[in-house]
C-alpha cells in the first residue's frame, strides 16, 4: 500500500481550520489536522509546497520512519509551524493505518487503560456571580471538573471571558484586539472567585484556572499560594516557559498543581519541566506536538517523572485532532485529564465523528481509525477568513501577553 494522494483544505465553518487528505492506491482515506490558530496559510504552504511531495509513494504502515524523515530530512527542527504540518501526516498516516487493519486507533497506542476520558469545560462570567452559575450548568450537564475565568473589576476584558456562552472563541476578524491587563488587579480578584465556588459547590467538582502567561514566577508563587485553600486542579500556564527554570522558582512557592505545554512543540520545551518534576501536567497536544509519534515518547519520558497528561483542546484544533486526542488519552498510562470546549454547529457539521460525552467522560468511539471524518463538499462553503488572537496592553500601553 503507497500514499497515492494528498490533498489541503482551508476552510472556516465558524472558525479557520487546515485539514489534509491522504489517499492510498487502494483507495484508504486519512486525515490530519494542520490548524495553527492565526498563522492558518503558513502551515497550508508548508504542507502542499515542501512537505506532501516526499509523503506521495510511501508506505503507510511506516509512521515511525516517515516521522523522521520530515523532522530530520528538513534540516530545520522544531517551529509551530513545521511541528504542526508534521503532525498532519503522522495522524492522517495512523488514521489510515487503523483503518487497514481495521480497528480504533487506541489499540495500536496499548489499547484501553481506563473506560472513559474525564474531561474538563470552560465556564466563564464577567462577574463573580455569572462565572459561579456558568460552572453550576457544566455541574448539571454531568462535567467532573470545570476551568473557571472570570472578569476582573477595573479591566474592561481579559482571557477567557466572552459574551458567547457556549463557546470562547478569541480569534476574531480584522486586526488583532487589544486587550488592557493589570497583574495586581487580577492576582487580587481571582481568590475570590475560587472561595465563592468551593463555598457553593463543596470540594467534589475539579476545578481548573488558566492564567495565560501573564505572571512573573514569583507573582505566579503568590496567586498559587492564595489558591491552596480552594485545592485547584491545576494552575495552567502561570508564567512564560521559555525559561524552563521560573517553574523551579514558582514550585519553591506553592503546592498548587502547575500545569503547561499548549504552545511547546517539542520535548525540548519541557525537557528539564520534567525531570526536574517542576509541572504535574504536560498540556502538549498530537497537534502542536509533532504528532501521536511523538507524543507517545513525550508521555512515557513524563510518566517516568510522575508528570501526568492534560491534553490541549481549544475550538482552535479541529475535531480531527480532539478525536485523535481521546484514542491517545484512552491508551496512555499517566492520563491527567483532556480539555474539551463545545465547537460551533458548523464545525460539527463539517467534521462528524464518533466520539461522545457521557457522565463527565468522552468516550473515543468504535470505528476502525481516529473516528472523524471531512464533509469536502460542505467544507467548500466556509470559505478562509483571516482571523487574529487579541494582544495585550499593561495600564501604561506596555505590550504584554495575551
Ligand atoms: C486553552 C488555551 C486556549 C488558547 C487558544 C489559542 O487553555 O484552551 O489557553 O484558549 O488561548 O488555543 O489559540
Ligand atoms: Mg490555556
Known sequence: MKVAEAQVFVCCPGRNFVTLKLTTDDGLVGYGDATLNGRELAVASYLSDHVLPCIIGRDPFQTEDTWQYVYRGAYWRKGPVTM????????????????????????????????????????????????????????????????????????????????????????????????????????????????????????????????????????AGRLGKDLE??????????????????????????????????????????????????????????????????????????????????????????????????????AVHNFGIQEYMHFAPATEEVFPHDYRFEGGYMHPGESAGHGVGFNEKLAARYPYQRAYLPVNRKLDGTLWNW
Not at 95 to 110: F, V
Not at 125 to 143: F, H, P, S, W
Not at 281 to 302: C, E, F, N, S, W
Open 84 to 219: 504542526t504540518a508534521i503532525a498532519a501526516v503522522d495522524v492522517a498516516l495512523w488514521d489510515i493505518k487503523a483503518k487497514a487493519l481495521n480497528t480504533p486507533l487506541y489499540n495500536l497506542l496499548g489499547g484501553k487503560s481506563r473506560h472513559g476520558v474525564m474531561v474538563y469545560s470552560h465556564a466563564n462570567g464577567r462577574d463573580l456571580e455569572e462565572t459561579a452559575d456558568a460552572v453550576a450548568k457544566y455541574i448539571e450537564q454531568g462535567y467532573l471538573a470545570v476551568r473557571a475565568q472570570t472578569g476582573v473589576p477595573g479591566l474592561p476584558s481579559t482571557y477567557g471571558v466572552s459574551a458567547d456562552k457556549t463557546a470562547y472563541e478569541p480569534a476574531k476578524a480584522g486586526l488583532p484586539e487589544e486587550h488592557v491587563w493589570s497583574t495586581e488587579k487580577y492576582m487580587r480578584h481571582v481568590p475570590l472567585l475560587f472561595e465563592k465556588l468551593r463555598a457553593r459547590f463543596g470540594f467534589e467538582p475539579h476545578l481548573l484556572h488558566d492564567a495565560h502567561h501573564r505572571l512573573t514566577p514569583i507573582q
Open 229 to 330: 485553600p480552594y485545592r485547584l486542579f491545576w494552575l495552567e500556564d502561570p508564567t512564560p516557559a521559555e525559561l524552563q527554570e521560573g517553574f523551579g522558582v514558582i514550585r519553591q512557592h506553592t503546592t498548587t498543581p502547575l500545569a503547561v505545554g499548549e504552545v511547546f512543540d517539542s520535548v525540548w520545551d519541557c525537557y528539564k519541566l520534567i525531570r526536574e518534576q517542576w509541572i504535574d501536567y504536560l498540556r502538549m497536544d498530537v497537534l502542536h506536538g509533532g504528532g501521536v509519534t511523538p507524543m507517545q515518547k513525550i508521555a512515557a519520558y513524563a510518566d517516568m517523572h510522575h508528570v501526568q497528561t492534560g491534553s490541549h483542546g481549544a475550538t482552535d484544533l479541529s475535531p480531527i485532532t480532539m478525536g485523535t486526542a481521546l484514542h491517545f488519552d484512552i
